[in-house]
């Protein structure tokens, strides 16, 4: 009974340390990949594309909208669309877009929220169009109640005594 316990004990040790090595290696492998693969969307700043003299290219096939919506996402394709379409949605589905309707002082917000909490980069001078294209077509609807009813032919309800 002793050396069943003392091989078990054995084998335990030796799965741990395999795990501990394991997570050694893969923690190295991460490491390494930041290094040499550096995450591309939160280290450069506006300024450093704008004064690079590189214009990026924020063009969509034509082929690609109907009836002035881009069937692949299923937004609005309207001025500053091609914008807010490479910068948005380098980073997050644009479902986000259609589920969250503000204005254009409510899209600023969410601008900032996500400069200040998940790394998203100076949008320099593709703010203003993306701020505009969204406060133009995906701003708060206003609905409010019904529209009165028109032309109703009342009738008096009668008593059925």
């Known amino acids: 009974m002793k050396e069943e316990r003392k091989d078990h004990l054995v084998r ?35 300024s450093e594309i704008e004064s690079s003299g590189i214009k990026p290219d924020y063009s969509i096939d034509p082929k690609e909208v109907v009836d002035g919506i881009h069937l692949p996402s299923g ?23 259609t589920q969250n309707k503000s204005t254009e002082e409510g899209w600023k917000e ?28 995906y701003a708060p609807e206003n609905t409010g109640r019904r529209k009165n009813l028109e032309n109703i032919e009342w009738y008096d309800l009668k008593n059925p005594d």
Not at 17 to 38: D, R, W
Not at 80 to 86: A, L
Not at 111 to 118: K, L, S
């Open 12 to 46: 335990l040790s030796t799965h741990r340390i395999n795990l501990a090595v394991t997570i050694l290696i893969l923690g190295g492998v991460l490491i390494l990949q930041g290094l040499f693969f550096p995450n591309p969307f939160s280290s450069i700043e506006a």
């Open 75 to 97: 937004l609005i394709a309207d001025d500053g669309f091609e914008i807010m379409f490479h910068v948005c949605g380098k980073c997050h589905s644009l479902d986000l877009v």
């Open 110 to 137: 969410m601008i900032v929220w996500m400069q200040e909490t998940q790394g998203l980069r100076d949008l320099g001078e593709d703010e203003l169009p993306i701020l505009k294209y969204l406060a133009k077509n």
